[in-house]
């Protein structure tokens, strides 16, 4: 029955939220225990165990269908408390009980998927994310314990030696028993001297660090080889210290002789230097371009935010000013402070300032150039973080143009030259507002931006020397014409084209030239001299521009037809396009018309007067200089280990201290990559690190770093020399007959 379906179903959703309820219990335990023993075994240990404890007590399986049908009839009051009959057969029951049964099912139905079983899910989840912070909590904890006191942990590696070749006699092999290194921070950071026992060290740039290095045994000797620099130690009581201050990042290892001469070295570990940042810098509230006209209150509220790693130490406004134009053009600089008193080492501080352009005393038509630098506690040379620049205009209320005979300075541009540039602006703007305004109202605007786009290209027309407002299309009959043929027209009127000002008529007979037009009988002779003269009576040659800049303003010309065009027919789209070309042509116009002067000159040596003409030349040589370039191919040392690596696998020669020598020598090549990319370096690195060790010095070993050496190693520049070519006379004759038919 479709009844006791429901009921069963609901018994299964009851025993899985007991399941899911148990299993957040023991993930919870299992996460707590693997953060506070770092070992995944354990974890999963004890997430197993949790897990069969919570099961155990909880005891999913033993919800049946009676304790399902209990909870029914106890939360749903529509089951009338006869859910049970669901589950009894229908033969078993009387007649007025399936009736029951029947009216229980058809109520229970809808609301029996809604009912949620008895669940602490929540509770659940809750001692899970608790116990996973605990867990946090007591590794944050236990690490820093470790750390201070200087004892070992699981994570943390240690300084290990082996040695380089087979000992010499059976002597005691001295053992590193403690290692001890000090970071003594720079005093501008504020930080305190960190103690540590794993040899990768991480500090500030400036740092500096020592390293305590404690023997069980005789030692003669110990260096740290830094990247080919080979740095003593000296030695303090029954330890060897080193002092090294941090300015650079790299790779470094230690090596030590006992008394008997034998070496051991040391596995290669990392000296990275974290560079202190440079203060950042902002100015908020403020426009980079600001204008001020002359009767306004000239007056600018700078809100700035500075911050900094380790504390700032100064911050000031640098602010130019500007007077003058071209030549005569004028810079003062000056430091302008705060008002407020900065406090040093703040690493975080808000500054507002005003700034009165009256009292740099600005003029009208001056400029201003200003920006905030800031300056951190480092030391000896500070670090200097400094904002955007920003700017600020006073507009000068007189403009005077002037111009310069001999075509050499001519202001050739009119102020409404930059009014294309307003017209994509409002084009773009309707295209946006499309969708919220009518189309009415869209039209009217797109037809309003046409008639603006003919208004800027009649101005155009009327500086390239058009004299009226729009000349007739080629073949148009003038109302004169009109007049004379009677037998034409009849007399009758010729109406004017309305739409004479909005189309671009191209539809003439000869409308490509692809006829040519021949004078009549009664027509006046061409002027033979006409391609030789300037014609001011043209309106096409009544320009100031020369021939290159007339040919593109023309071409905007027609562009801004099509612009045009599209606004009158509704479709700023497809108008958008054409105005972005045609501003481009007028913006190459704006910049063509510029001169550029040269201010520096050539002023020649002066010559003796009583050595001119002379004709004596006889102290005068010839500089001849001859240089010989010897190319030396890039990590020379790294491709010659390949090849010497080749020979030891094949067993053709034994490791010696030239190839320890040679292998040392690659290593410092590839450092500094290292740096910049340890992850693609520094195994190959370490490779050539064990070698060094007469435990590693094995035929796999060697094919293992052979193989990471030729992945890392770059190409071959192309080395430029001359090629040999291949000619016969069947060649020569292709390339003749090429040459004849070019």
């Known amino acids: 029955m479709m009844g006791a379906a429901a009921i069963q179903q609901f018994r299964k959703r009851w025993q899985h939220s007991k399941y899911l309820e148990g299993l957040l219990y023991a993930i919870g335990v299992g996460a707590f225990v693997y953060l506070l023993t770092h070992t995944i075994l354990f974890g999963v240990l004890g997430l197993i165990v949790t897990c069969a404890i919570a099961f155990w007590i909880l005891k999913p399986w033993k919800i049946s269908s009676e304790n399902a049908v209990g909870y029914i009839d106890a939360h749903i009051p529509q089951a009338g408390f006869s859910s049970g009959l669901l589950l009894s057969p229908a033969n078993e029951l009387s007649d007025l009980s399936k009736l029951q049964q029947y009216r229980v099912a058809l109520q229970l139905e809808p609301v029996l998927s809604k009912l949620r079983p008895p669940h602490n899910l929540l509770k659940a989840a809750l001692v899970m994310f608790g116990l996973m912070l605990m867990g946090f909590a007591a590794r944050f904890v236990l690490t820093k314990f470790g750390n201070q006191s200087g004892g070992e942990s699981s994570n943390t590696e240690q300084i290990t030696f082996a040695p380089k070749d087979s000992l010499t006699n059976t002597t005691e092999v001295p053992q590193l028993i403690e290692t001890n290194i000090t970071i003594q921070y720079p005093g501008y950071t504020g930080k305190a001297t960190l103690n540590i026992v794993d040899p990768n060290v991480k500090a500030v740039e400036g740092s500096r660090v020592?390293?305590?290095?404690?023997?069980?045994?005789?030692?003669?000797?110990v260096e740290m080889d830094l990247m080919g620099e080979h740095i003593d130690f000296t030695k303090n009581q029954e330890s060897y210290q080193l002092t090294k201050k941090l300015e650079a990042s790299?790779?470094?290892?230690?090596?030590?002789?006992?008394?008997?001469?034998?070496?051991?070295?040391?596995?290669?570990?990392?000296?990275?230097?974290?560079?202190?940042?440079?203060?950042?810098v902002q100015i908020e509230g403020l426009d980079n371009y600001t204008y001020f006209e002359f009767d306004d209150d000239k007056r600018l509220m700078l809100s700035t935010n500075i911050s900094d790693d380790f504390g700032i130490d100064d911050a000031y406004i640098v602010a130019t000013v500007s007077k003058g134009s071209g030549e005569s053009v004028k810079f003062r600089e000056e430091a302008v402070r705060f008002d407020r008193v900065i406090p040093k080492g703040n690493k975080r501080i808000q500054l507002q300032q005003a700034l009165d352009l009256d009292a740099l005393k600005m003029d009208p038509g001056d400029e201003l150039y200003f920006y905030v630098e800031a300056l951190d506690q480092k030391t000896p040379r500070k670090n200097i973080g400094r904002s955007e620049t920003y700017f600020a205009v006073i507009r000068d209320t007189v403009t005077d143009g002037f111009a310069v005979e001999g075509n050499l300075g001519v202001d050739l541009m009119p102020d409404y030259f930059r009014s294309q540039r307003q017209l994509i602006i409002d084009t773009?703007?309707?295209?946006?507002?499309?969708?919220n305004i009518s189309e009415k109202d869209f039209k009217f605007r797109s037809n309003e931006l046409g008639f603006d786009q003919k208004q800027l290209r009649l101005k155009y027309g009327q500086f390239m020397g058009d004299e009226t407002e729009m000349q007739s299309a080629p073949g148009q009959v003038s109302s004169t014409d009109a007049e004379g043929d009677d037998h034409d027209h009849s007399g009758e009127e010729v109406e004017e084209d309305l739409l004479d000002e909005y189309s671009h008529k191209h539809d003439n007979e000869n409308e490509h030239n692809l006829v040519d037009e021949h004078s009549s009988e009664g027509e006046e002779e061409e002027d033979p001299l006409h391609d030789y003269v300037h014609n001011h009576s043209d309106p096409e040659a009544s320009t100031l521009f020369e021939k290159s800049l007339k040919a593109k303003l023309r071409d905007a010309l027609d562009i801004m037809w099509d612009a045009e065009l599209h606004l009158r027919l509704y479709e700023?789209?497809?108008?958008?396009?054409?105005?972005?070309?045609?501003?481009?042509?007028?913006?190459?116009?704006?910049?063509?018309?510029?001169i550029y002067v040269h201010r520096i000159g050539f002023d020649p040596p002066p010559i003796k007067e009583e050595n001119r003409l002379s004709g004596d030349i006889g102290d005068i040589t010839n500089f001849d200089k001859k240089e010989v370039f010897e190319y030396q191919m890039p990590f020379t040392s790294t491709r010659e280990t390949i090849a010497r690596l080749e020979h030891l696998i094949l067993g053709e020669k034994q490791f010696n201290d030239?190839?320890?020598?040679?292998?040392?020598?690659?290593?410092?090549?590839?450092?500094p990559k290292a740096i910049s990319e340890p992850m693609k370096y520094l195994k190959v690195l370490q490779g050539l690190r064990d070698l060094e060790k007469i435990a590693n010095r094995t035929k796999?070993?060697?094919?293992?770093?052979?193989?990471?050496?030729?992945?890392?190693?770059?190409?071959?520049?192309?080395?430029?020399?001359?090629?040999?070519?291949?000619?016969?006379?069947?060649?020569?004759?292709y390339l003749k007959e090429l040459g004849v038919y070019e």
């Not at 020592?210 to 000797?221: A, H, I, S």
């Not at 030239?658 to 450092?671: H, K, P």
């Not at 060697?702 to 291949?726: G, H, M, R, S």
């Open 700 to 733: 796999e070993n060697y094919k293992e770093v052979q193989k990471n050496l030729l992945q890392v190693l770059p190409d071959v520049e192309y080395n430029p020399k001359k090629k040999a070519e291949y000619r016969d006379e069947i060649n020569l004759l």
């Open 658 to 671: 030239q190839d320890s020598a040679l292998f040392i020598e690659a290593g410092n090549e590839l450092a």
């Open 210 to 221: 020592t390293w305590n290095l404690e023997f069980d045994g005789n030692v003669r000797e």
């Open 428 to 435: 773009e703007k309707l295209i946006a507002d499309r969708p």
């Open 250 to 280: 790299g790779f470094y290892s230690f090596t030590f002789k006992d008394l008997d001469g034998n070496d051991y070295v040391s596995d290669l570990y990392s000296m990275e230097m974290v560079t202190d940042e440079p203060p950042m």
């Open 572 to 594: 700023p789209e497809k108008s958008l396009p054409y105005q972005y070309d045609a501003l481009k042509i007028i913006q190459d116009i704006k910049n063509s018309a510029r």
